[in-house]
């Protein structure tokens, strides 16, 4: 096999091993609220809520967290949308069963 070849192959195993690590999950909120926080931690502010069935797109990062990607988040308090990409949810609250078979 050709050098060329043998990295080529290399370069593309490496990828897909980095993609599998870092795979996007779209699904729903299963809990009445799911709430928002801001770092991975039962100990992290509340800054936002997700109502049940929302669909989500996360990816998941430390055991029982998820990464929000994509979102419809509102503040507790005022009930208006918010951006907030990067923030976390337990994974207890997510699920990629269709919402109709609940």
Do not use: H
């Not at 502010?45 to 797109?57: C, F, L, P, R, W």
């Not at 990062?61 to 509102?74: D, H, N, S, Y």
């Not at 994974?91 to 609940?102: A, C, H, I």
Request: aromatic share 12%; proline share 4%; hydrophobic share 40%.
């Amino acid at each position: 096999m050709s050098y060329m070849k043998c990295f080529s192959i290399t370069i593309l195993i490496v990828f897909m091993a980095i993609s599998a690590f870092s795979a996007e999950l779209n699904g729903w909120i299963k809990g009445d609220t799911c709430w928002v926080v801001k770092s991975p931690s039962t100990n992290s502010t509340i800054i936002g809520i997700i109502k049940k069935k929302a669909a989500v797109t996360v990816e998941k990062v430390e055991k029982g967290w998820l990464k929000i990607i994509f979102a419809p988040i509102r503040d507790p308090k005022t009930g208006k949308w918010i951006e907030c990409t990067g923030c976390y949810i337990q994974e207890s609250n997510f699920t990629t069963e269709l919402p109709n078979r609940w």
